[in-house]
C-alpha cells in the first residue's frame, strides 16, 4: 500500500496498491489523480484493512443520550500511534506513557478500544451487547407492568370486594359461587356469570348472611376503632415527649454551673472550736454540681427521634382512618338496604342495585392478563440466556487480564538488561490493560508509579521496557492483534545528551567531542564514555529484541530510531551500519529532495 498526501489537495488523500514496492518508481507522476480520495473515505477504506468493525456502541441507550443519536467513536488507524509513537517530549517523560493520553478523550477511546486491538471482541460482541441491553430493558419494563397490575389488583379488590359481598349477603348465599380473585383476572367473563347466578329464585330469603356480615364489619369498625385510639394516644405522648425535650433544651442553655465556692468553717460560740463537716459537705456539693453541670451540656439530643417516630405514628393514624371510613360506608349500606326493605321495596330490587354496581365498578376494569406476561418475561429470560453465553465465550475481562500478565512477564525479561538504579533491581514493572497504569512493585508489594521513580534514565528504561513488551505481546497474537509491528522511538539518547538539541556538528564524533568538553568546562563528573555505553546498550538491546521476535514469529518488528548517536558497536555483533543502511540525514534532512 503506497499512501501520501498532496498540499495542493487538502481535503484527498492517494492510495493505491501494488504488488511489490520499488522506491525508484516514486516520482510526481506516480501520484496520479484518479488513486486519491476524499480524506473522510480514505481513512475508512484504510482502515478496514485494519479493522472490521463498523459499531462499537454497548449501549443504544448512551447512544440515545447523545446529540443526534451519534455512534460512539470508532477505533480507526490514528488510534494505533498511542502504542506505536514515542516522540522526543514522551519517550522518557514521567507523568505521561502514551501518546495523545493528554486528551482524557482520547485516552479513554484508546483504552475502550484495546479489546478490539487484542483480538478480545469483534463486531458480533457489540451487537450482541446492544441486544442484551434492549432485552434486559423489555423484561424490566413487562416486570413493572406487573407489579403495576398486581397493585391495580389490591385496589380494585378494595373496590370490588366489598360490593360484591355485599350482593352474596343480599342473594343469601353462605358460600361465594364466584371469588373475587377470579372476578378480578377476568371480568367480562364474570359479568356473564353472575347473570346466571344473580336471579330472583337463587335468592334465599331465610339466609342469615346479611346479618352476619353486618356483624362481621361492626366487629372490624370496633378493632380498628381501638387500633386508632391506641395510636392516637400513641401520638400524644410522642408530642409530649417533644415538648419537653424543647423545654429541656431551653434549661440547659440557661443553666450555668458557679464558677466561684466560698466556703467558710463553722465556729462554736461557747468554746469557739471550729467545725470542717460544712466545708466537706460544701465540696461534695460542688463536685455534684459540676458532674450534673457536666453531664447536662452533654446530654444527648432526642427530638429527632421522636419526630421520626411521630411521623410514623401518623401515617398509620392515615392508613386506620381511611379504612374506618370505608367500613362505615359499608354498614351504613347494609343499614340503608334494610331501611328500604322495611319500606315494602322487594329484596330483589336491592340486588339488582347492587348488582349494577358491581357491573358498572368491573366495566372500568382494564386488568392485563398476568398469565400472558409471564409468558412474554420467559421467552425474553430464554433469549437473554442465550445472549449471555454468547457473550460469556469472549471473556474480555479475563482476556484482559491474561495479556497484562503476558506483559508484565515479558517486561521482567526486557528490563533486566537495562541499567535501572540499584533501588529498583530487580526491575518488577507492572501494566494494566484495564487502567494503563505502570508502576515498579516492590518485594514488601510497595508500588512505585512512574512520576517516582527517580531519573531519567529510569523513565526512558519504563518506556521502551514497556513497549517492547507490548508489542512482543501483539507480535505473539499475529493476525488476532490490529496493531502494526511498529515502533518509533525519537531521541531515546536524550536522557545522557541533553544538549543535543544544539547539535549541528557534521557528525556524531564532533558532536561527541563538542559534549566531552562543555562537561569538563560545567564540571559536569559523569564521564562520557559511561553514556555511550548505556546508548550503546540501548540500541543492542533494540537489534536483540528484533532477532528474538523474528526467530520466534517468522517476523521482525519494525523500529524506527531517529537520533544523534552514530557508528555505535553493538553487543550482539550485528554491525550498525546494515541498519542505518546509510540513512543519515544530519546534513540533509529527513527527506532527501531529488530532482525531477
Same mark, same amino acid.
Given at each position: ?85 514515542? #516522540? ?10 502514551? *501518546?495523545?493520553? $493528554? ?18 471482541? $469483534?463486531?458480533?460482541?457489540?451487537? &450482541? ?48 359461587? &364466584? ?6 383476572? #377476568? ?17 334465599? #330469603? ?5 346479618? @352476619?356480615? *353486618?356483624? @362481621? ?80 451540656? @452533654? ?30 360506608? @359499608? ?26 354496581? &358491581? ?58 538488561? +537495562? ?11 507492572? +501494566? ?6 505502570? *508502576? ?30 507490548? #508489542? ?16 518509533? +522511538? ?12 544544539? $547539535? ?17 568546562? &560545567? ?21 536483540? *529484541? ?16 531517529? $537520533? ?33
Amino acid at each position: 500500500m503506497v499512501i501520501a498526501r498532496d498540499p495542493d489537495i487538502a481535503s484527498k488523500a492517494f492510495f493505491r496498491r501494488v504488488e511489490s514496492f520499488n522506491s525508484d518508481d516514486i516520482d510526481r507522476d506516480y501520484f496520479n489523480r484518479s488513486y486519491f480520495r476524499p480524506l473522510d473515505k480514505f481513512k475508512k477504506h484504510l482502515r478496514d484493512f485494519f479493522l472490521d468493525i463498523d459499531d462499537v456502541d454497548e449501549s443504544l441507550a448512551a447512544r440515545a443520550n447523545r446529540r443526534f443519536n451519534a455512534k460512539a467513536a470508532t477505533p480507526s488507524i490514528r488510534s494505533f500511534s498511542s502504542f506505536i509513537l514515542q #516522540h522526543q517530549n514522551l519517550v522518557a517523560n514521567k507523568h505521561a506513557l502514551f *501518546y495523545r493520553f $493528554d486528551e482524557k478523550e482520547k485516552r479513554d477511546q484508546a483504552i475502550d478500544h484495546t479489546k478490539i486491538f487484542l483480538g478480545l471482541v $469483534d463486531q458480533k460482541y457489540f451487537h &450482541l451487547s446492544q441486544e442484551k441491553e434492549r432485552l434486559s430493558s423489555e423484561v424490566r419494563g413487562l416486570e413493572r407492568k406487573k407489579e403495576t397490575n398486581k397493585r391495580a389488583s389490591e385496589s380494585y379488590k378494595q373496590n370490588v370486594g366489598p360490593v360484591l359481598s355485599q350482593l352474596y349477603a343480599l342473594m343469601g348465599f353462605k358460600e361465594e359461587p &364466584l371469588s373475587l380473585e377470579k372476578v378480578l383476572c #377476568h371480568p367480562q367473563d364474570a359479568k356473564d356469570q353472575l347473570d346466571s347466578i344473580i336471579l330472583p329464585e337463587k335468592i334465599n #330469603h331465610n339466609s342469615d348472611a346479611a346479618t @352476619q356480615r *353486618y356483624n @362481621q364489619l361492626k366487629l372490624q369498625r370496633s378493632q380498628k376503632t381501638a387500633e386508632l385510639r391506641k395510636l392516637q394516644r400513641q401520638a400524644a405522648s410522642i408530642n409530649k415527649h417533644i415538648q419537653e425535650e424543647e423545654r429541656f433544651v431551653d434549661n440547659v442553655k440557661q443553666f450555668s454551673s458557679p464558677k466561684h465556692v466560698h466556703i467558710s468553717a463553722s465556729v462554736c460560740p461557747f468554746c469557739h472550736t471550729e467545725k470542717d463537716n460544712l466545708r466537706e459537705s460544701a465540696e461534695k456539693l460542688q463536685q455534684a454540681i459540676t458532674k450534673v453541670s457536666s453531664n447536662l451540656a @452533654q446530654a444527648r439530643p432526642m427530638k429527632a427521634k421522636f419526630e421520626s417516630s411521630l411521623v410514623e405514628v401518623q401515617r398509620n393514624i392515615e392508613v386506620f382512618d381511611k379504612e374506618l371510613t370505608e367500613l362505615n360506608q @359499608q354498614i351504613t349500606e347494609i343499614e340503608k338496604t334494610e331501611k328500604q326493605l322495611s319500606e315494602q321495596k322487594s329484596l330483589y330490587e336491592s340486588v339488582l342495585i347492587q348488582k349494577a354496581k &358491581l357491573l358498572v365498578l368491573l366495566d372500568t376494569l382494564n386488568m392485563a392478563d398476568d398469565a400472558e406476561l409471564e409468558k412474554q418475561i420467559k421467552v425474553l429470560n430464554k433469549q437473554l440466556k442465550d445472549i449471555n453465553k454468547d457473550l460469556k465465550q469472549y471473556e474480555v475481562q479475563k482476556g484482559l487480564e491474561n495479556a497484562s500478565a503476558k506483559v508484565n512477564e515479558y517486561m521482567a525479561k526486557i528490563g533486566n538488561h +537495562f541499567e535501572f538504579e540499584a533501588s529498583y533491581k530487580p526491575i518488577n514493572l507492572h +501494566f494494566s490493560f484495564e487502567t494503563f497504569d505502570l *508502576y515498579h512493585l516492590t518485594p514488601n508489594n510497595e508500588k512505585f508509579y512512574l512520576r517516582s521513580m527517580g531519573s531519567g534514565a529510569n523513565w526512558l528504561y519504563c518506556h521502551v521496557t514497556l513497549f517492547l513488551a507490548l #508489542h512482543k505481546y501483539f507480535a505473539e497474537l499475529s493476525d488476532k492483534c490490529a496493531i502494526p509491528s511498529i515502533l518509533f +522511538f525519537d531521541q531515546p539518547t536524550q536522557v545522557y545528551f541533553p544538549n543535543f538539541n544544539r $547539535d549541528n556538528s557534521e557528525t556524531f564524533e564532533e558532536q561527541k567531542s563538542q559534549e566531552a568538553e562543555q562537561r569538563k568546562t &560545567l564540571n559536569v563528573d559523569q564521564n562520557i564514555d559511561e553514556d555511550i555505553q548505556a546508548v550503546e546498550n540501548l540500541f543492542s538491546q533494540l537489534s536483540v *529484541y528484533c532477532n528474538e521476535l523474528e526467530q520466534e514469529n517468522g517476523f521482525s518488528p519494525q523500529i524506527i530510531v531517529t $537520533d544523534h548517536a552514530d557508528n555505535l558497536t553493538l553487543s550482539n555483533g550485528v554491525s550498525f551500519e546494515s541498519l542505518v543502511n546509510d540513512n543519515r540525514w544530519r546534513m540533509r534532512g529527513l527527506i532527501n529532495p531529488t530532482e525531477e
